[in-house]
């Protein structure tokens, strides 16, 4: 099993920046990659940006190339997201996930969900 705790969302203007962090606990060893997804109500479930655990691959959503910015602390089994110059339509809940599979990690196929994050952008 593996455990995944967010923290670092809340309420920020348009413009601002916020890091979020993602915490994995328990069989870290076995993740293959961790990734963030988000959901707006009435949306379909966005992959935000997923990075392989063992190596410097990434990914990062059109929809966010250029602002967002994945990392990992392999030392702290810790994931950041760092959102720049965000805007009100990324207001919704963002989620840490885990992967164990390694044919998963650009999908939607993980395996570790967190408890989500509330990221809030005003206008």
């Known amino acids: 099993q593996v455990q995944l705790v967010e923290s670092g969302g809340g309420l920020v203007q348009a413009g601002d920046s916020l890091r979020l962090s993602c915490a994995a606990s328990?069989?870290?060893?076995?993740?293959?990659?961790m990734a963030w997804f988000r959901q707006a109500p009435g949306k379909e479930r966005e992959l935000v940006a997923t990075?392989?655990?063992?190596?410097?691959?990434?990914y990062v959503a059109d929809s966010v190339k250029g602002r967002f910015t994945i990392s990992r602390d392999n030392a702290k089994n810790t994931v950041h997201l760092q959102m720049n110059s965000l805007k009100p339509e990324d207001t919704t809940e963002y989620y840490c996930?885990?992967?164990?599979?390694?044919?998963?990690?650009?999908?939607?196929?993980?395996?570790?969900w967190g408890q989500g994050t509330q990221v809030t952008v005003s206008s």
């Open positions: 996930a885990a992967t164990l599979r390694p044919g998963g990690w650009l999908t939607q196929l993980y395996d570790y």
């Open positions: 328990g069989r870290t060893f076995s993740i293959y990659a």
């Open positions: 990075i392989r655990w063992s190596s410097s691959s990434s």
